[in-house]
């Protein structure tokens, strides 16, 4: 069987769809020889590089939510959990930015029981950008924690990171979705990208941070289209959100349930691919 790299993109909550990914690649037994992950994708990147499989993760993000089933008991045991949530963004108004992510990266580390990149089980790429330079940053090795923050450093959201000189920002300003970096690496590329469907105008201006996030949103997108067109995967995956932003993180049960159909056509091209293989 030939060898295969997972490249998950960027793309704040719509990220957890990687989380139905890794679940179907689960089912076929699937172990990638590498992962590159941008933003968000870094963050499940890592946890799936550790050898945490797609029900584990899945799991884990729904101890920390609200969900419309839950009982009265769940809800105040989960309650607990949400206000440790809160507590790991906290604000950053002196940087220009929202929120850090500080606390919430190393709530995922002590879960991992993980702190740097040769710990991992799987050769792992997380992708940043320097602000200055302009130009994409990989991290392969050493500490974690600077690598996933810098990696999902939203301008204007979270603030960024300065590491070895330099200044870095998400990923995603050069290059959401990161297959190219496991070209050389691996025989055939999967890669999920979670950027959102366009909507039709409404005609009406966007609050400041509609404006921003909508903004990275559009050059995320063609720049990912022109990167797959360059280069295209062996899978190519897009997951289609539809009316879900970046941070709208109360709406995790509808990016699972929009990402479920998508997921069909995972399985049907990786079962083609597979079949192609053995013949």
């Given at each position: 069987m030939k060898s295969i790299g997972i490249a998950l993109g960027g793309g704040g909550v719509r990220g957890l769809a990687h989380v139905l990914a890794i679940e179907v690649f689960d089912e076929f037994g699937l172990v990638p020889k590498a992962i590159a992950g941008t933003s968000m994708g870094s963050l499940i990147g890592a946890l799936?590089?550790?050898?945490?499989s797609g029900a584990e993760i899945r799991e884990g993000v729904r101890e920390h939510i609200i969900l419309k089933e839950d009982r009265f008991q769940e809800l105040r045991r989960k309650r607990r959990n949400l206000f440790q949530w809160?507590?790991?963004?906290?604000?950053?108004?002196?940087?220009?930015?929202?929120?850090?992510?500080?606390?919430?990266?190393?709530?995922?580390?002590d879960q991992l029981a993980v702190e740097t990149f040769e710990e991992l089980k799987i050769p792992f790429?997380?992708?940043?950008?320097?602000?200055?330079?302009?130009e994409r940053v990989v991290f392969e090795k050493g500490p974690l924690l600077p690598a996933l923050k810098a990696s999902m450093a939203i301008p204007g959201v979270f603030e960024p990171v300065?590491?070895?000189?330099?200044?870095?920002?998400?990923?995603?300003?050069?290059?959401?979705?990161?297959?190219?970096?496991?070209?050389g690496k691996c025989d055939a590329i999967i890669a999920i990208d979670v950027t959102p469907t366009r909507r039709p105008g409404t005609g009406e201006p966007?609050?400041?941070?509609?404006?921003?996030?909508g903004t990275f949103d559009t050059m995320t997108e063609r720049a990912t289209r022109e990167a797959v067109q360059k280069c295209p995967p062996a899978i190519y995956l897009q997951t289609n959100p539809?009316?879900?932003?970046?941070l709208d993180f109360d709406r995790i049960e509808d990016v699972y349930e929009q990402a479920a159909k998508p997921m069909d056509e995972l399985r049907r091209q990786l079962e083609a691919l597979l079949k192609n293989e053995s013949e």
């Open positions: 799936y590089a550790s050898g945490i809160l507590k790991f963004f906290r604000p950053v108004p002196t940087h220009g930015a929202v929120l850090s992510p500080d606390g919430f990266l190393r709530y995922l580390l790429y997380a992708v940043a950008t320097d602000f200055e330079a302009r300065v590491h070895e000189g330099r200044v870095l920002v998400d990923g995603g300003v050069v290059e959401n979705l990161p297959h190219s970096v496991l070209v966007p609050k400041m941070i509609d404006a921003l996030l539809d009316g879900i932003r970046i």
